[in-house]
């Protein structure tokens, strides 16, 4: 789940204030099931899951779905997996959204993109296709996606696309296996292909509560010096933090447990056409195969969102908002609970305050601001990233990660109240 910028929070704050609420954007996940086995995955499901498959929505439930959003006023759809080419019916699905006339995005890994896939979407082009590469060699990518072939097959999908014309994006997941070669992806990216790339270090518990993917996640220090390697990533930053800190605490403006865009002007459906705020929040959900989409949106996602908070943690009056990646889903599969701080995340966000030289105000019982148990620890780690002490570009190769991976199947940990 992508960040809510300032510009995007302070638009969601103010119509919330004036009452307003469409759903303007939709994300639909299509699928759980990938033909990868990618070690960071907070949902992907093997592809002959048949259990998994029979409970999908099928193709005619999302034409009648689709018939819905339509008059519901939505215009922008994003559809997501799993993989969304797992099906064989997709593009018979996303055919029928284009005729609705949605502006599409799909979110794909490329690597069941063939030439009569591509030669279609030139037919049909989406609005935007953004593919996920997890290395920028075989051995890297590879070792992520637990696949083998998997490189090669993602790389021709990309080719495929870029030779059509498609409105291309690529992008990664910074993990601890490939993120010696972050760097090498951006410009095969940016300079070989020419097109837009990003980097996102964020990872999460799985929805079914396995903190496998933790395995692989980058330390803060290294998710802060990764974005700092980007010189204009450092700018944007300062220019997010001067906004925030202009400002009142953001969230002290509102008394709700969400303060995304979710419910408000988005939602997600999930592969079961069961209705969440966000497409990583899954401890509540509800069906619309009886309801329809429109009723749980302005009865069920209404109540939801407009949750009371039970209580103020340190998030309600930090003065870095910009910074953080936290919001309720990450609290919910992290910790089992959407109002609770992930604590990888204020370290992150405290971190990059530092390194840009800005100084956090007091915001309740924080251990990483001033007097803090982790404020010292943080400040050197600031200093180390300050003076390119840690230098990404020498970053080692693929990790060992199987014992790491057996520890965390053993130890207790997940959400604690998941369903699943």
Same mark, same amino acid.
């Given at each position: 789940?992508?960040?809510?910028?300032?510009?995007?929070?302070?638009?969601?704050?103010?119509?919330?204030?004036?009452?307003?609420?469409?759903?303007?954007?939709?994300?639909?996940?299509?699928?759980?099931?990938?033909?990868?086995?990618?070690?960071?995955?907070?949902?992907?499901?093997?592809?002959?899951?048949?259990?998994?498959?029979?409970?999908?929505?099928?193709?005619?439930?999302?034409?009648?779905?689709?018939?819905?959003?339509?008059?519901?006023?939505?215009?922008?759809?994003?559809?997501?997996?799993?993989?969304?080419?797992?099906?064989?019916?997709?593009?018979?699905?996303?055919?029928?959204?284009?005729?609705?006339?949605?502006?599409?995005?799909?979110?794909?890994?490329?690597?069941?993109?063939?030439?009569?896939?591509?030669?279609?979407?030139?037919?049909?082009?989406?609005?935007?296709?953004?593919?996920?590469?997890?290395?920028?060699?075989?051995?890297?990518?590879?070792?992520? &996606?637990?696949?083998?072939?998997?490189?090669?097959?993602?790389?021709?999908?990309?080719?495929?696309?870029?030779?059509?014309?498609?409105?291309?994006?690529?992008?990664?997941?910074?993990?601890?296996?490939?993120?010696?070669?972050?760097?090498?992806?951006?410009?095969?990216?940016?300079?070989?292909?020419?097109?837009?790339?990003?980097?996102?270090?964020?990872?999460?518990?799985?929805?079914?509560?396995?903190?496998?993917?933790?395995?692989?996640?980058?330390?803060?220090?290294?998710?802060?010096?990764?974005?700092?390697?980007?010189?204009?990533?450092?700018?944007?930053?300062?220019?997010?933090?001067?906004?925030?800190?202009?400002?009142?605490?953001?969230?002290?403006?509102?008394?709700?447990?969400?303060?995304?865009?979710?419910?408000?002007?988005?939602?997600?459906?999930?592969?079961?056409?069961?209705?969440?705020?966000?497409?990583?929040?899954?401890?509540?959900?509800?069906? &619309?195969?009886?309801?329809?989409?429109?009723?749980?949106?302005?009865?069920?996602?209404?109540?939801?969102?407009?949750?009371?908070? &039970?209580?103020?943690?340190?998030?309600?009056?930090?003065?870095?908002?910009?910074?953080?990646?936290?919001?309720?889903?990450?609290?919910?599969?992290?910790?089992?609970?959407?109002?609770?701080?992930?604590?990888?995340?204020?370290?992150?966000?405290?971190?990059?305050?530092?390194?840009?030289?800005?100084?956090?105000?007091?915001?309740?019982?924080?251990?990483?601001?001033?007097?803090?148990?982790?404020?010292?620890?943080?400040?050197?780690?600031?200093?180390?990233?300050?003076?390119?002490?840690?230098?990404?570009?020498?970053?080692?190769?693929?990790?060992?990660?199987?014992?790491?991976?057996?520890?965390?199947?053993?130890?207790?940990?997940?959400?604690?109240?998941?369903?699943?």
């Amino acid at each position: 789940m992508e960040q809510l910028s300032y510009g995007a929070f302070s638009a969601d704050l103010h119509q919330r204030q004036s009452g307003e609420r469409m759903p303007l954007q939709v994300s639909i996940e299509v699928t759980r099931r990938c033909p990868l086995e990618c070690l960071h995955c907070y949902n992907n499901l093997p592809m002959s899951d048949m259990e998994a498959k029979g409970r999908e929505l099928s193709k005619e439930e999302h034409f009648r779905m689709l018939d819905e959003l339509v008059e519901m006023g939505c215009f922008w759809l994003l559809y997501t997996g799993g993989e969304i080419f797992a099906r064989k019916d997709f593009l018979e699905i996303y055919t029928y959204a284009k005729k609705k006339g949605f502006l599409i995005t799909l979110f794909t890994n490329g690597t069941l993109i063939n030439e009569a896939i591509a030669d279609y979407l030139a037919e049909w082009p989406p609005f935007s296709i953004e593919i996920t590469l997890y290395g920028r060699t075989r051995e890297t990518y590879e070792a992520l &996606t637990a696949i083998s072939g998997s490189y090669d097959r993602c790389l021709r999908g990309i080719r495929q696309l870029k030779e059509r014309g498609l409105p291309l994006k690529l992008k990664t997941v910074a993990t601890s296996i490939n993120k010696h070669e972050v760097l090498a992806m951006r410009q095969f990216a940016e300079q070989e292909l020419g097109v837009e790339f990003k980097v996102d270090g964020q990872i999460n518990p799985r929805i079914d509560c396995s903190q496998s993917p933790l395995a692989v996640r980058l330390t803060a220090e290294e998710v802060v010096a990764l974005d700092f390697s980007v010189p204009k990533v450092m700018s944007e930053y300062r220019t997010l933090a001067k906004k925030d800190l202009e400002n009142p605490p953001s969230l002290a403006q509102i008394d709700t447990v969400y303060f995304c865009g979710g419910g408000m002007n988005s939602f997600a459906i999930n592969a079961y056409g069961e209705i969440g705020i966000c497409v990583i929040s899954q401890q509540e959900t509800f069906g &619309t195969r009886a309801a329809g989409v429109k009723e749980v949106w302005e009865k069920s996602l209404l109540q939801l969102r407009n949750r009371k908070r &039970t209580r103020a943690t340190k998030c309600v009056q930090c003065r870095i908002q910009s910074l953080c990646g936290m919001c309720p889903a990450n609290g919910e599969m992290e910790n089992g609970d959407r109002e609770s701080p992930v604590a990888f995340l204020c370290n992150v966000a405290h971190l990059r305050a530092a390194a840009i030289g800005v100084e956090v105000p007091a915001h309740g019982d924080c251990e990483f601001c001033a007097g803090g148990s982790e404020h010292e620890v943080l400040l050197d780690s600031a200093m180390r990233i300050a003076n390119k002490e840690i230098d990404v570009e020498s970053w080692a190769g693929p990790q060992q990660i199987l014992p790491i991976l057996n520890n965390l199947s053993a130890a207790p940990g997940g959400c604690g109240n998941c369903g699943h």
